[in-house]
């Protein structure tokens, strides 16, 4: 068990660098002078040398990576070009937000679909199911950015239940688990959740229809076990795969809520990087972008993890 995830964590190594190396590139190969945005339109050579040099642009491609990796290595993403502040911090403090919206919605999404996906697959082709695998379609089909929309529209602008955008009264530095600032969250948490429902549930009803045709359920009930003995089992079963969806899905939210922390006006990486990508601000993108598909590589180590733990037969 220890070996194996001794070797699950020394293959996080390359991939991290090949993930930073792929961002480095993709940011780079974009069209564009990252300076024009702060540069007066009569800025001088000599004015603009100056600022190559401070941000390293003059710098030759490698260069420009190795040092960036070196400095990243110890905590300094750069500076960035519009706000003129470090990006370690903008970037912490969009992703804690991020994460609390991400962590909510998968929360939300995983009870939902797994209840909707235990439903349809313990009643298969009943009216249940139908129902269930409606929902869970709906729900992968819809447009979040359009549901995000329609939601503002319905529960802000008609009937005034919920306020529209925002993370708080206060803002987001000063962030409580009260109803004043949870509020705020339930329209972008349930917009971000509907997706992951989807697919959870439609895994879920997949995994538990199998499973109830696997011999070790005929033999269960050969011996007179309940129901919820079976259920018991047929948990523990579906769990691993289960937990490896949802890993996944929360993976995809924290890079992939771009649309709806823009919609919501939500501060957290995706409102993060959709200015960053207007703005043309390298060092920002390239932080955000880093911090994001870290996350996601240590989370689906994680993930490996627990999978080990709940299934031994992964281990052997």
């Not at 070797?7 to 780079?28: D, E, N, Q, S």
């Not at 609390?100 to 797994?114: Q, S």
């Not at 795969?241 to 957290?268: C, D, H, K, N, R």
Request: proline share 5%; aromatic share 10%; hydrophobic share 55%.
């Amino acid at each position: 068990m220890l070996a194996y995830l001794l070797k699950r964590v020394l293959y996080t190594l390359p991939i991290m660098l090949g993930v930073a190396l792929v961002c480095f590139t993709l940011v780079h190969l974009a069209p564009g002078d990252p300076l024009v945005s702060i540069l007066p339109p009569d800025a001088s050579a000599e004015l603009q040398a100056q600022l190559r040099e401070l941000y390293g642009f003059n710098r030759s491609l490698p260069e420009q990576f190795g040092l960036w990796i070196w400095r990243a290595l110890h905590g300094d993403l750069g500076t960035s070009i519009a706000s003129s502040r470090p990006v370690i911090d903008e970037v912490l403090r969009a992703v804690t937000n991020t994460l609390r919206l991400a962590m909510v919605a998968t929360l939300i999404g995983f009870l939902l679909g797994g209840l909707f996906g235990f439903v349809a697959g313990y009643f298969r082709n009943s009216l249940l199911d139908r129902a269930a695998s409606l929902l869970s379609v709906l729900g992968v089909s819809v447009p979040h950015y359009w549901l995000g929309m329609v939601m503002v529209i319905v529960f802000s602008s008609l009937l005034m239940w919920l306020p529209a955008t925002g993370a708080g009264t206060s803002g987001s530095d000063q962030w409580a688990w009260d109803w004043e600032h949870i509020q705020f969250m339930l329209l972008p948490a349930l917009t971000m959740s509907v997706i992951p429902m989807g697919i959870i549930a439609r895994t879920v009803r997949a995994l538990v229809a199998e499973l109830l045709e696997q011999e070790f359920i005929v033999g269960l009930r050969a011996k007179g076990l309940t129901q919820f003995g079976i259920f018991r089992h047929v948990v523990k079963n579906a769990a691993p795969t289960a937990l490896a969806v949802m890993g996944l899905q929360l993976g995809y939210l924290l890079g992939g809520s771009i649309l709806i922390e823009t919609v919501f006006s939500w501060p957290g990486t995706g409102f993060l990087l959709n200015s960053a990508i207007f703005q043309r601000d390298l060092p920002l993108l390239q932080g955000t972008i880093l911090v994001l598909a870290l996350f996601f590589v240590i989370l689906n180590l994680l993930v490996d993890m627990l999978q080990t733990l709940l299934d031994p037969r992964i281990a052997r």
